[in-house]
């Protein structure tokens, strides 16, 4: 399919077709957000914001690109081969401890109490992108399904979800070695309004020990 342009009569903005393919998403989210918004200030709010986005997407090894940021989350996606559960869990890390450490500094600098953490969804399926004068978009099936995911019924705050389309491919090491070392999995098959039913598998790192010891 080749690139095509599509301009209002004011040229106002553009649409630009993009070849399908296979890719990741990877959502962070920061759980407790929407108590934190109720009880912060506005400009408050803004600068511990910022400052919590910023510190996950400076932690990027998996060199991801930025679809959205979306208020408490943002959206990263790659086309390509899936990666390794290794690379996927590393990034987790990465961004989960890059995130904590912010969150005790400005703990300090504005004292508040901040209780968030992150949890990540991780889907992957065919998608394609368009733009909109300056603005990318994805489109898909997966995406939807991603945003969707965001909202299921874990009841920890702290996870690694990843999807069984993600998973293809990927072995996982044996549960109950995981649980020796604070890492709880568990397989779950949610239905999300009108979609598919769809499993994941996700990673409870409220009890995390250390995950190079069984990568």
């Known amino acids: 399919m080749n690139n095509t342009s599509i301009f209002d009569t004011a040229g106002r903005y553009t649409i630009q077709d993009k070849k399908v393919r296979?890719?990741?998403?990877?959502?962070?989210?920061?759980?407790?957000?929407?108590?934190?918004?109720?009880s912060t200030?506005?400009?408050?709010g803004k600068q511990i914001t910022y400052?919590?986005?910023?510190?996950?997407?400076?932690?990027?090894?998996?060199?991801?690109?930025?679809?959205?940021?979306?208020?408490?989350?943002?959206?990263?996606y790659r086309y390509g081969a899936r990666p390794s559960l290794h690379q996927l869990v590393e990034q987790y890390e990465m961004m989960t401890k890059a995130f904590d450490r912010k969150r005790k500094q400005l703990e300090k600098t504005f004292s508040k109490p901040l209780d968030l953490s992150l949890k990540i969804v991780a889907h992957y399926g065919a998608m394609t992108e368009f733009e909109i004068g300056p603005f990318k978009k994805?489109?898909?099936?997966?995406?939807?399904?991603?945003?969707?995911?965001?909202?299921n019924s874990i009841s920890s705050d702290r996870y690694l979800l990843l999807?069984?389309?993600?998973?293809?491919?990927?072995?996982?090491?044996?549960?109950?070695?995981?649980?020796?070392?604070?890492?709880?999995?568990?397989?779950?098959?949610?239905v999300y309004g009108g979609l598919r039913n769809i499993c994941f598998t996700y990673l409870d790192f409220s009890h995390e020990k250390k995950w190079k010891q069984v990568a």
């Open 51 to 76: 400052e919590l986005l910023s510190a996950i997407i400076s932690q990027n090894d998996l060199k991801l690109n930025i679809a959205e940021v979306e208020g408490d989350a943002v959206l990263f």
């Open 163 to 190: 999807t069984d389309s993600l998973l293809q491919s990927i072995s996982i090491p044996d549960y109950n070695q995981l649980k020796q070392h604070g890492i709880r999995a568990n397989k779950v098959c949610e």
């Open 22 to 38: 296979d890719g990741l998403l990877f959502i962070p989210d920061i759980s407790g957000f929407t108590e934190f918004v109720h």
């Open 138 to 151: 994805l489109y898909g099936e997966v995406v939807v399904e991603a945003h969707r995911l965001l909202k």
């Open 41 to 44: 200030d506005v400009l408050t």
